[in-house]
Structures are given as C-alpha cells and as structure tokens.
C-alpha cells in the first residue's frame, strides 16, 4: 500500500467540485463528487433516533439501489429538526443535481451539516449547484475545495488516498472528512465520503465498509452526543479494471487493510481536532474476553470526562482510568489490569494488578507532555483487542459550547 | 410530613459523632452513627465493577444479616483499587468499632471515600474511633460533626430531617449525604447514610430503600462517572413504637413519600454542589411510553457535555436537547415533542411538534439566568415520567479536575 498526495478525485473517474454559495457567512459551502460511471454504494448512519432528512434519503437510495453517480453536501445548515418542509428540501436538492448532470435523482446523495432547525435557503442552494457543476474536475485542486466546503468549524481539512495493487491492477482509495469543530452550534456531525476505482460487489462493499467503519468512525469519540447527521458514504465505480471482489478472499483483505488505513486516519484526525482539544488519547485494550468488550472498556475510558480532563492538566491519573473501565457494561477481573501510558517521549507502566505501581510522577507528567497520548490497558480475559480515539477536555471546550454568541 | 431542624440524629436512639483524625490535611475525617438497638438494615451500591474494599464488606452484611448497630466512615482514602490489604484494613476498621463499642464486628459496616489507590493510615483509624466514641451523641451538634466528617470537597454539609404520622405515632427520618466536590482526584464518590425510629420489616426497609433511591440518588449526574465507593445505608430502629411496616400498606406509602423527600432534597443538593457546578439542572420528562423510556430520556439529556456547556452559557440551544434525546437507547416520535425552560422569572416554549418555536432568544436567556433550571419535556407516548438532576459544565470544572496539584 502507498500513500499518495491525493483526495477524493485520487481514483480514476471521480469528480469533485467545491465552492461557496452563501449558505455560511463567507467559507466554502457546498461541494459535489461525481462518476459518470454509475458506482456501487455503501452507507453507514448515525443510530440517533432523530435522524435529518437527507440520512433518511440516503438510507433509501442505498437499500432499494445500492449505486449512484453523485453526492451532493451542504455546510451551514443541518436540515434537521426541519419536519416536512425539511424533507422536500432535501429531494429538491438531490433533484437540482439530476437535472444538472442529467441522471435519475435516485442516484444523488445528499449529506448536510451545521445548525439543527434551521431550513434551508433553497434559491442558494440551487444558484450553488449550478455553478458548481461546470467546475466538477478530477484533478487535485477541486479535491481540495470539496474537502474545505464540508469543514464547519473544522481547524483544518480532512484528506488522504491510497494505492493498493490487487492483482496486477492498481487501485486507487480517496476520502475526504470533516468532525466536530464546533464554535457554532450543533455542528458536531462527523461525515466521511470514500471514493474508489476498486470492482467490488455490492454485497462486499456493504460488507467491507460496515467492518471497517466499526473500528474507525465508531471508535472516534469527542464529548460523547452523536449528531442526528452522521454518516459515511463510499462509492465503488470500478475503473481500475481489477477482477470485481464477489467474496471474502485476499483481494478483499488486501481492499480492506487499505480502507481501514484511510479510515483510521481520518478518525484520528477528527478526535485531534475535537472542540478545544489539545491533545489526541488513543486507547489501546488488549487481552479482553470478546471484541465487545475490549470495544466497551476503550469506549468508556475515552468519554470519561475526568480521564479527559486529567489529560488536559497531564496528570496520570490512574484512578479515573480503573474507574472508567469498571463503569463500562462488562465484567472483568480488576486485580488483573496493567496499564501503560505511552508517548513519542517515552512509556510508563502506571498500574499493574489493578493497582498503582509506584512510578515516579516527575517521569509520567514528562511523558504526557507530548501532543499523542497512547494508553495502553491489558487485561487477562481472552486475546481481543479495540482501539478508541478522543481528545482532552479543555478550557477552550467550555469556552466554544458555551459562549459561541460572544 | 413535617421538616425539623435536624439530620442524622433525630430520630429516636441514633448517636453521632464527627473529628479530626489526620487522614486529610486538617478537615474532619472520621464519623460514626450508632444505635443501641439493634436497627434492621438496607443497603444500595455502585454498579461499577470496580468495588472498594467498604462496599464488597458492606454488601456482604447487608445479604447475611440484614442489621446493624453502626457505620463508621472516614474521608481522604477510599481504600479502593488497595488489593488483599486494603480487605483486611477494612476489617480491622469495623473490629477498632466493635471492640469500642463492645458489639458484633458483622453490625458494623463501613464506609469510605477520597483518593483511589492509596491504603488507610490504620494508626490515625485506630486512633480517631478511640476518640469518637466517648463522644457519641444523639443532639444537633453531633450530627452537624458527622455531616462535616463524610465531606470531601464538598462546599457545604447536607443534611435533612422529617417527622411523619404512622398511626398516630410520631415516626422520624434523617439524613446526611456527600457529593461530588472533586478538587483532590477521585473523590466523585456519592455517600448517603438514613437513619429512622420507624419499625419496619427486614423486607420492607429494602424495598423502600431500593424503591426511593431509583428517583433519586440514581437520577443524579455530575459527569457520568460512577464511583467505585457510591453507597446509601439506612437504618431502621423501630423504636417510635409504631405498628411494624410488613406489608405494601397505606404506612408504607406514608413512609416512602417522606424518603422520597429526603433523598430528592439530598440528590439536589448533590447536584447543585457539582464540580465547578454555576447552576442546577432539573429534567422533566412526561408523556413516555415507559418509566425506564422516561428515564433514559431524562439521563442522556441531563449528562449531555453539550447541553451542560449551553447552560452554562444561558443559551437556549433546543437542538442538543433534541439531539441527546434522540441517541439514548429508546425509540420515540421526534415530531411529538414539546419542550419548557422554566425557572423563577418564567416559563418558555421552545420547541413544539419537534422543532423550534420562533421563541424569544432574549426571553429565553433571561429565564436562564437563573440558578435553578427545569427542562421540561413533553412526549406523547403514553403517560409515564421521570426526573433526573445535574448541573452546568463550566470552566471550573475543567479547573478543578485538571490542575488539581497547583
């Protein structure tokens, strides 16, 4: 696998275009991706029992078709909480794109992201996309604007793409992200769009996405709420010319070590980039009993706001961390947990047999000085392993949630 | 029901006392709470599967015996994550009790709260029980001592005392509880110790407890950490004389509206004290399908860091109600809900039929800018409620949990 300078237009025959509409006060707003040959289409969406209305659009496309030619996405507006009118806007955004590419609306995505309630300014939208489309271009540089017309508050853009070869062909893997900068309100969605040159069957591209998006976007968590607006999308329009991928073999695992290494990225480049984080924690549980929990101990230990904040004031605080797993819906031996802390600066083992180990304070504040904080948890229930990723919880988290009118 | 200056030894043959042992730096640390008749005995605790070493000894007593003649609980040391030796300290707490006190070691039960991972100082233990128990006493002062003892950082004590009819008897209750003041690490832990003169079976005192404490203590969310030491005990006498309460009859009603009382006083008061909490935070969902639907309504929203930051900031934000409402574990019709501010200076319509009122902003900050803030929600699934108690997110909190050494 190589990493390449590239994004969403990296695989042969996608297009991407990216501008601003003036649907926020004066960033990019808007963006479309596009393959003139139609792809095979896979979806995954945010459990939140309120779901926006262009999650529910999508969640049809991609059960009764399964393929599509295009995504549309807004920055700005979430189009949730929107009723009805909410609905009808989003299928007239979906049909502006049809009519201006020529293709049937029920091969249009549509993704949305911003203020919660608010509806959409449809002539925008509309005069966006038409003058989005004469730009749709491969090349690296309408790339570039798609990633930064889906940010909201986002520092900084969200991109990588890959090559892998299976079977003598080579096949190309972009995407593009945004997370959950949020100065504004409830813009913490988290979208992913993956686009590839890779013949692959609808079933596996369903099924390749799906495991890969459990151990990436699922595992990423910046203060716990999970917006009404998450989702991931990856089209699959076979350009590369490789034999399609029908079943689980090599090829397969080859496309998916590959995807797992786009998504991974783009999740750890989310929760660094989480409100007012200072801080990326990965934490790594190894030596569980099932996958679910070693999945539950890494979730809970993330989200816990004490572990959090013992991170922000680099206290190794280990405590919090024995505390957190033992809230976690799992039971375990708590005599039998070792727990590391690891950075570029050096590791420490901070607990062993479910106690403090006596390491020295002055070492372990040297260590979580650094900007990656990896926090290794061993248990002796089984051989699973997870990986969670999130940030500290700062000053500035307050600050962006609580004073956004200021 | 009528509420008396009082707490923990109010009711009829309850004695306290509360010192200085050393423990802490210079704040009380040791308390005990005594009957001479033997009290019949109930017990909650954490859920967390991480247990210090007073909750595993507690519940022990709890299952065998269901009595008691004490509770000795000190503050600093929770003796938690402490392994075989933190086991045997705790006993040796209980025996320095009964050799004192010259009863059963297996009728004293312990509890403790403060730093994890760290062992009791058993000299300064030793030596505090020998001083309290020559000062046992069942007036206001006592009480007060003992009030002061079980905090940690705590901002103030919080104690309740009531006095019911039972068939013509006079029946007290009282009560002492600690929070969630967290300046030193670890010290989230809820303590919670009722005392009453009233008679009541082994079986029934277990199922009001149980019953009482489910729309109360556990309602109560500062930040989702449960403790490894989270415990309520209460003790029941018998000694108002009144007809012992051996059934689900009017006098249990009686008795569990006036717990009730109790420990929702002392759950609020918990909640208001929170770590760097500004304000109270009272959610009230109504018109679920049922309780547990209710209540899980009622604790996403309460334990939202995005809708504790918007409190904080007096600001109105609808769609993170909506938002946390809809990633709790329950289905319901997003387009039903209807939701209040309501506080001292007023009362506003936010959101109807799902989405946003057009409400006055400037109104609704206002409203806000009170102290004591009721969500209140309204569904229309069926007719079960339930209320849940927290507080703000401010930049104290991050404060207090993360520069706990400066």
């Known amino acids: 696998m190589k990493v390449i300078d590239g994004g969403i237009t990296s695989a042969k025959g996608f297009y991407a275009a990216g501008l601003y509409a003036g649907i926020k006060k004066k960033k ?37 078709f399964g393929q599509g030619h295009a995504i549309v996405v807004n920055s700005g507006v979430a ?11 989003n299928k007239s955004m979906a049909g502006f794109v049809a009519s201006g590419l020529n293709i049937d609306i029920n091969s249009v995505y ?31 540089d ?34 593009i992200a945004k997370g959950s900068g949020m100065i504004h309100p409830n813009m913490a969605t988290m979208l992913g769009f993956i686009t590839t040159d890779c013949a692959i069957s609808k079933e596996m591209i369903k099924e390749v ?16 709420d999970t917006s009404t607006n998450d989702m991931v999308l990856m089209m699959a329009n076979g350009l590369a010319g490789n034999v399609e991928i029908t079943e689980k073999n090599d090829d397969y695992y080859t496309f998916l070590d590959a995807l797992n290494y786009i998504n991974i990225h783009l999740s750890k480049a989310i929760a660094a ?24 101990l890494a979730k809970s230990v993330v989200g816990s706001s004490l572990v959090k904040t013992a991170i922000y004031g680099e206290d190794a605080n ?19 947990v070792t727990v590391y802390f690891e ?25 979580l000085g650094d900007k990656y904080i990896k926090l290794n948890i061993f248990l002796q229930e089984g051989s699973e392993k997870a990986t969670a990723w999130g940030c500290d919880l700062s000053y500035d988290y307050v600050k962006i949630n609580a004073d956004y009118r200021t």
Chains 1, 2 share one sequence.
């Open 28 to 64: 990019k707003d808007i963006a479309i991706i596009y393959t003139k040959d139609i792809a095979n289409m896979a979806g995954t969406f945010t459990t939140n029992n309120v779901k926006a209305a262009p999650v529910l659009w999508n969640q049809k496309l991609i059960n009764e």
């Open 209 to 224: 996405l799906s495991s890969s998006v459990s151990d990436s976007y699922n595992m990423v968590s910046v203060d716990g």
């Open 343 to 367: 950075t570029e600066i050096g590791s420490i083992k901070i607990v062993e047999n479910g106690m403090g180990t006596g390491y020295s304070e002055e070492e372990a504040t040297a260590i």
């Open 142 to 175: 309408s790339a570039i604007d798609a990633a930064e017309a889906i940010m909201t508050t986002d520092t900084y853009k969200k991109e990588i793409a890959v090559e892998i070869e299976i079977q003598g062909k080579t096949v190309t893997i972009g995407a």
């Open 79 to 89: 189009n949730a909480c929107t009723g009805e009118i909410g609905v009808v806007n």
């Open 110 to 140: 549509v993704a949305s992201t911003g203020v919660i309630g608010k509806q959409l300014p449809m002539d925008i939208i509309e005069e966006g996309v038409k003058n989005l489309i004469p730009t749709l271009k491969d090349d690296r």
């Open 273 to 296: 980039d989480g409100e007012g984080a200072t801080k990326l924690l990965e934490i790594n549980v190894e030596g569980a009993k099932t996958k679910e929990q070693a999945v539950a």
């Open 318 to 336: 280990w405590g919090r961390i024995i505390c957190a797993m033992g809230y976690a819906d799992t039971i375990f031996n708590p005599d039998d």
